[in-house]
C-alpha cells in the first residue's frame, strides 16, 4: 500500500471519528436534558453555592448530569456559579440550563397590611432568601434607625405597602436599604408640604393613616373618617378610635391572631400608650400597615365638622358621622342595640 493510499485512509478514519465526536458532542449539547413534568419551574441557588452545591439542587430536574458537566465545563460554570432564581423549562438542553443559571429572574415582591414589624419580615422573608430573623434584626437596628429619624415603635411607617421588583438573593441589608429609597421618593416635597399642612411629620401621618385604613375598607369614606380625626387632633381631644384599643389588647396578649369585633367598656381604660381613649394625640407608632389609599385620605382630608361617627346598621361598612355629642350617642345606640341583637361578645 502507497503511501497517499495510507494518508488517505488516516485522513479518513480522522474524519470520522470527529464526526461521530461532534456527534456524541452536538447531542450532549442540544438533546433535551430535563426530567421535570411541569412547563417551567425556579430553581434556588443561595449566596455562596459552589459548583457542586448546585450539581445537587439541580439533579432532581436533570436527566443526565454527566452531559450538563461537559457543557458546564466547556462553557466555564463550575469557577463562575452565580446566586439567584432561575427558570427551568421543560425540554431545555444542556447548553441551556448552563445559559439560564446564569440569568438571575427577578422577584416581584409585595407586601400589605401588615400590623407589626414581625409580621413584615415573615411576609418578606417567604419572598426572599433573607430569613426573618435577619431581616427584623436589620429593621430594628440602631444606628440605621438614628441616621433615619425612626425609632422601634414607628420604623413600620417606612415600608409603603406596593409591589417591588428585587432579586431573591437580596439581603436583609440591601433590601432594607431599598425600602428607605422607596420611602423616600414617596414622600417628596408635595407629599411632605401636605403632611406640614395638617400639622404633621411623615412618620406621624402614616400613624394617622394606620387608624383611618382599620376604621374603613371603605375607600370613598377614609377622606371623611381622616377629617374627623384631624379635627379632634386640632381641639386636642382623645383620638378615641377603636382599633388603636384593639391594637393595645392584642400587644398586651402577644396575641396578634386573635379576632376582635367588640370593644368594651373596660378595654377603653386599659393602659397603654396605644389606647387613644386615655391618650391625647396620637400613638407612639402605626397599629398597621397603611396602603397609598389611606395615607392619600390623611394627605388629602375632606373639610368637615364633624368630631364623632360609629358603624352604620343601614350601610354596613359605612359609619354615621355627627356634629354633636347628643347627635351621636343617637347613632351609638343604634350600633349597640343592633350588635347585641347579633350576639356579638367580642
Known sequence: ????????????????????????LLRQIFSANTKFAEKELYVYIPTDSKYEDVKKIIAPYVENMDRFETVASKRDYPENVKPGRFLFTKGMNSYELVKTLRLNVPVNLAFNNQ??????AGRVGSQIEADSLSLLTTFRDSVFLKENGFTEENVLAMFIPNTYETYWNTSAEKFRDKMIKEYKNFWNKERVAKAAKQGLTPIEATILASIVHKESVKKDERPRI?????????????????????????????????????????????????????????????????????????????????IYFCASVERFGYHEFAATLEEHNKNAKKYSDWINSQGVKR
Open 1 to 24: 500500500m502507497n503511501l497517499k493510499k495510507i494518508i488517505t485512509i488516516i485522513s479518513v478514519a480522522l474524519i470520522s471519528v470527529l464526526m461521530v465526536y461532534g456527534f456524541i
Open 115 to 120: 400590623e407589626r414589624l414581625e409580621n413584615l
Open 226 to 306: 381622616a377629617g374627623v380625626y384631624l379635627n379632634r387632633l386640632r381641639a386636642q381631644m382623645p383620638l378615641q378610635a377603636d382599633p388603636t384599643v384593639i391594637y393595645a389588647i392584642k400587644k398586651k396578649s402577644n396575641d396578634f391572631d386573635q379576632v376582635i369585633k367588640r370593644v368594651f367598656y373596660n378595654d377603653l381604660t386599659m393602659s397603654s400608650p396605644y389606647n387613644t381613649y386615655v391618650n391625647i394625640g396620637l400613638p407612639p407608632g402605626p397599629i398597621a400597615m397603611p396602603d397609598i389609599t389611606a395615607l392619600e385620605a390623611v394627605l388629602n382630608p375632606e373639610k368637615n365638622n364633624f
